[in-house]
């Protein structure tokens, strides 16, 4: 058959088909009826290969094993399974179905968590039968060990007492777990210590906490300084997708199918920036402070001041995770440098009562300089937190998010970018007669990754002749009184009432 002799749209549909396959197409077909056929199918096969390679891709995004597990489970078709040994199959998949289910009709099955860990070079969907195939001896001998550790472990689950549960959580370094959430925990008990899951009740358990102090004092804190807003995982999902209502708590749909099912199409860049917020988040609730201070009770609180993006006379209270931006640090002069050129300083609260006064009081958590021009462009370079995980000095992801909600940008929108001339050192005025120790992680001059929505820095240079004209570390040291220089450099903390 010839191309010019069929339909329009038999022309559109064999249009979209790489050339070669065009005419192996048009040769075999006599007519165009067998033709419709052919492409019919053809298009059936390329649709699932299209399917897979979307999942891959989205698949390839996901960092943690756990979570690429709870991929595979809402993914993985079982149809995929059908070469295991079907017996022990049936008969593990009915024990995840009577026994290990949530209110919420959501269960947790381990054998996705293995498929993830035996997939090490992520090929898993490209294809699932093949990959299961090459793989079903571990597979079987796994499900084999599981159904005999259900039949062992079962009875024992249920027994356990308090005291050999308190015993298990601290062998596994979760001695801070509060007792009130033993009934819970022994509710989930599979014979060992699930500790994704413990963690998520501990994160739900310490939220409620937090939140319950929120609602009873956030009139004084309101009062104490009306810019305040309260962020969680749950809000910051909401507000960044209007309209859309997110489920938590254990074995609910990950953020990803929720979103599809209430008509939102996310990027894989903002599901993967979503994912590291919930993890930071996750941290903060869970492990809470790097320093929990003297003399007060720590209130997990995230509170973000919305409207004062000001550089504070000094910083050294506000550097978290071993910044140098204090004195005698390497960058001890650093902030007044970016004062000068217009840099602002995002600040969060964490809340809190003094111990025996019981006074509310109002504690700094985590700061981020970022620069935005007259346009509303913005860059920044993350943050550094006083919360208790690895990236209390990076949180790139975290912090993107945080000024997409702040000023109505995208995450799409943050692409890497070329930092600000800002020197490193010890930079002098150009007479030699004055100098600041400069370090700065928004600075072209170090290997800091820098995300903006335009590329707003490249304007932006610190000069010897600036070094005249911006103040520094000992222009305030012989401008204050010794009482209230004091008070600056060691203050991290505020009574509010």
């Known amino acids: 058959m010839k191309f010019e002799n069929l339909s329009d749209e038999l022309k559109v549909r064999i249009g979209n088909l790489k050339e070669e396959l065009q005419n192996e197409l048009l040769s075999i077909a006599n007519n165009e009826k067998e033709l419709e056929v052919s492409l019919t199918l053809v298009e059936a096969v390329l649709d699932k290969m299209e399917d897979l390679n979307d999942l891959t891709k989205e698949y390839h995004e996901i960092k943690h094993v756990r979570k690429r597990a709870e991929f595979i489970q809402e993914n993985f078709k079982g149809s995929c399974l059908g070469v295991l040994n079907t017996d022990n199959l049936i008969k593990y998949q009915d024990y995840y179905l009577t026994v290990n289910i949530d209110k919420d009709g959501y269960f947790v099955n381990p054998l996705p968590l293995i498929l993830a860990s035996l997939d090490k070079e992520l090929i898993i969907f490209q294809d699932p039968e093949a990959f299961v195939n090459n793989h079903k001896q571990a597979i079987n001998k796994f499900i084999e060990k599981s159904l005999k550790r259900i039949e062992t472990k079962e009875p024992q689950s ?26 819970k925990i022994k509710k989930i008990y599979k014979g060992y210590i699930d500790k994704f899951d413990v963690t998520e009740l501990l994160v739900e358990f310490n939220q409620k906490q937090s939140d319950k102090f929120w609602e009873t004092h956030k009139e004084d804190y309101l009062k104490f300084n009306p810019n305040l807003k309260k962020f969680t995982y749950k809000s910051m999902v909401e507000e960044y997708f209007k309209g859309f209502k997110l489920a938590e708590g254990l074995y609910t749909p990950k953020l990803s199918k929720q979103l599809s099912k209430q008509g939102f199409k996310p990027t894989n860049k903002e599901l993967q920036y979503f994912g590291e917020v919930k993890d930071y988040l996750n941290d903060y609730y869970s492990h809470g402070f790097n320093r929990s201070g003297k003399n007060i009770e720590n209130i997990t609180l995230f509170l973000v001041d919305t409207k004062n993006f000001k550089i ?94 702040l000023f109505d ?31 700065c992680n928004m600075s072209r001059e170090n290997s800091y990754t820098t995300l903006g929505t335009d590329d707003i820095l490249s304007s932006v240079h610190f000069k010897k002749d600036d070094v005249d004209s911006s103040k520094n570390y000992r222009d305030i040291i012989r401008e204050l009184d010794v009482e209230v220089f004091g008070k600056l450099q060691t203050k991290y903390y505020e009574i509010i009432k």
């Open 158 to 183: 249920k027994a356990i007492t308090y005291i050999e549960l308190r015993s298990k959580l601290y062998n596994e370094n979760m001695e801070y777990v509060p007792f009130k959430l033993y009934p």
């Open 312 to 405: 504070p006379t000094l910083v050294d209270s506000w550097a978290f995770a071993g910044s140098c931006h204090k004195y005698e640090g390497a960058g001890q002069d650093s902030h007044f440098a970016m004062d000068y050129l217009g840099f602002n300083f995002l600040k969060a609260y964490s809340a809190g009562y003094t111990k025996h006064s019981k006074k509310p009081i109002l504690r700094k958590l985590y700061r981020s300089y970022f620069y935005m021009n007259e346009s509303g462009d913005i860059a920044h370079a993350g943050a550094y937190s006083n919360i208790a995980t690895e990236k209390n000095k990076t949180a790139y992801e975290f912090t993107t998010v945080l000024y997409c909600l």
């Open 409 to 439: 940008k995208k995450i799409d929108d943050f692409k890497e970018i070329e930092g600000a001339y800002i020197p490193e050192g010890k930079f002098y005025n150009r007479e030699g007669d004055r100098s600041m120790r400069l370090w």
